[in-house]
């Protein structure tokens, strides 16, 4: 069993910057890729970005620029970097793990953080 719990939303005012974490924990497990997805209001969920377990990395073209994933692997950890936020923004960030336990791939989702870009 993995847990998957996110932290770092909030309210922030357009132009400024959060930081958002998500950390796994659990059984022994490989970690194969973690991704940012968003959900904004009246939307489907969208994927943000993406960092494998080689460290490469991948963006959404409107986040390009103005994101970064990064990980810690040590800690099983994932955070994504965001500056110059915009009020198109605002979403439910959530957290997803792409693990695998044997041969077998499972996706884990974290729980979603509220992030909004208001003044």
């Known amino acids: 069993q993995v847990q998957v719990v996110e932290s770092g939303g909030g309210l922030v005012q357009p132009g400024g910057s959060l930081r958002l974490s998500c950390a796994a924990s659990?059984?022994?497990?490989?970690?194969?890729?973690m991704s940012w997805y968003r959900q904004c209001p009246g939307k489907e969920r969208e994927l943000v970005a993406t960092?494998?377990?080689?460290?490469?990395?991948n963006y959404a073209d409107f986040v390009k620029g103005r994101f970064t994933i990064s990980k810690d692997n040590a800690k099983n950890t994932v955070y994504l970097q965001m500056n110059s936020l915009k009020p198109e923004d605002t979403a439910v960030y959530y957290c997803?793990?792409?693990?695998?336990?044997?041969?077998?791939?499972?996706?884990?989702w974290g729980q979603g953080t509220q992030v909004t870009v208001s003044s």
């Open positions: 997803k793990y792409n693990i695998v336990f044997s041969v077998t791939h499972y996706d884990y």
């Open positions: 659990g059984s022994r497990f490989s970690i194969n890729a």
């Open positions: 960092i494998t377990a080689y460290g490469n990395t």
